[in-house]
């Protein structure tokens, strides 16, 4: 350790076999490269094992004063944010993000712990499409560490397992969404990414997501970090619902923060930009060039529906009770509100 790094101040747990196999009943797919999962400091953040090999980096890593970071908790509209900032930011540069993809533009910090064991290895290692996948895959911590500036980073962290010099460094967005439609979801993309080796129901999947047993949980205590700093000048705190509703505003509202004057014909162009419909058959930002790799699901989309309150054709009476009881259980301690959706 130099005299710069600071220790890590978490406690990084591996599952006790009887947990570990409890769990892995629903992870029976041959397809599946996770092969343990570890909880993390205090709140138990929950993540594949491979998180632990880049905690120390992760923490540790160097933020400049004009980076720009979009975190989130999974599936809250994170993509969909990302090149809205991203096109914001560089002037709406649409060739340029037509050319390189999002995940090149905006890469996502911790995404080699799903890859760097040995089971990733030998999934993804049998074609050379997935070859090339894993050894980019495992790079990106790298390339994040020496990527021109001005650097776009996303990350599903909560603050707290991010350099703790994040915010008073440089700009934060979060976005959040309702988590009943977060761990709807959360349960595609599972199947999507066939890699995750899931083979649960959605009632099993939930079951899981409210106990943090699915990667990032906690839910609400990664999205209470980011809400208890929303006043900070370097955060802005946004609703996945909101955007929905009113999406100019939303552009309005990243462009004053980043110190950008638009035009409304900008704006008018970048919302047709980012509309579900164009969004989804946009190759840059939709991951359908994974879909070779064997990575994902040929019959799934990563852009599947795009709505609010989509949740309620999943649940039975009892699924929604015991959402109720956890949201107020989570929200007893918050002035934290989801917007309403009609
Ligand atoms: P659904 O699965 O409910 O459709 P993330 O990028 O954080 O993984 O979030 C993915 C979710 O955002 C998916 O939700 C996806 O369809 C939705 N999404 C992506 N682009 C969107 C857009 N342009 N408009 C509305 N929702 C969008």
New binding site residues.
């Given amino acids: 350790m130099n005299s710069c790094t600071k220790e890590y101040p978490y406690e990084i747990m591996k599952l006790d076999p009887e947990e570990h196999s409890e769990v892995f009943k629903q992870f029976n797919s041959e397809a599946g490269i996770i092969e343990d999962f570890v909880r993390v400091g205090p709140k138990g953040y929950w993540f594949p094992h491979g998180f632990a090999e880049l905690a120390q980096k992760l923490y540790n890593m160097e933020v400049r004063p004009d980076d720009v970071w979009v975190i989130?908790f999974?599936?809250?509209?994170?993509?969909?944010i990302q090149e809205l900032v991203w096109q914001v930011a560089n002037d709406f540069d649409y060739p340029k993000a037509e050319a390189i993809p999002l995940v090149e533009r905006f890469p996502f910090l911790e995404l080699a712990m799903f890859y760097n064991g040995k089971k990733a290895r030998t999934v993804l290692g049998g074609n050379e499409k997935g070859k090339v996948l894993l050894d980019a895959v495992n790079k990106t911590f790298d390339q994040v560490s020496s990527m021109q500036s001005p650097r776009f980073i996303k990350s599903h962290l909560p603050l707290s397992l991010l350099p703790p010099a994040l915010l008073d460094s440089c700009r934060v967005l979060h976005i959040a969404r309702d988590p009943r439609?977060v761990a709807?979801?959360f349960y595609?993309?599972y199947h999507f990414f066939r890699f995750m080796g899931y083979s649960g129901n959605f009632k099993q999947f939930w079951n899981l997501f409210i106990e943090d047993k699915i990667d990032w949980t906690p839910y609400f205590e990664n999205v209470k970090e980011s809400w208890r700093m929303r006043n900070h000048p370097n955060m802005l705190f946004l609703f996945y619902e909101d955007a929905?509703k009113d999406l100019p505003s939303t552009v309005k509202k990243v462009a004053a923060f980043l110190g950008k004057a638009v035009t409304e014909e900008q704006v008018r162009r970048l919302c047709d930009h980012?509309?579900?419909d164009n969004?989804k058959k946009n190759k840059s930002v939709n991951f359908e060039v994974l879909k070779d790799t064997g990575a994902t699901s040929t019959e799934r989309s990563f852009?599947?529906?795009?709505?609010a309150g989509?949740w309620r054709e999943y649940f039975n009476e009892e699924m929604l009770q015991q959402a109720q009881r956890w949201m107020e259980h989570n929200l007893r301690d918050t002035d934290l509100t989801f917007p309403s959706v009609k």
Avoid: Y
């Fill in positions: 989130t999974p599936k809250s509209g994170t993509t969909w439609d709807v979801s595609h993309h929905l980012l509309a579900f969004f852009m599947r529906k795009g709505k989509g």
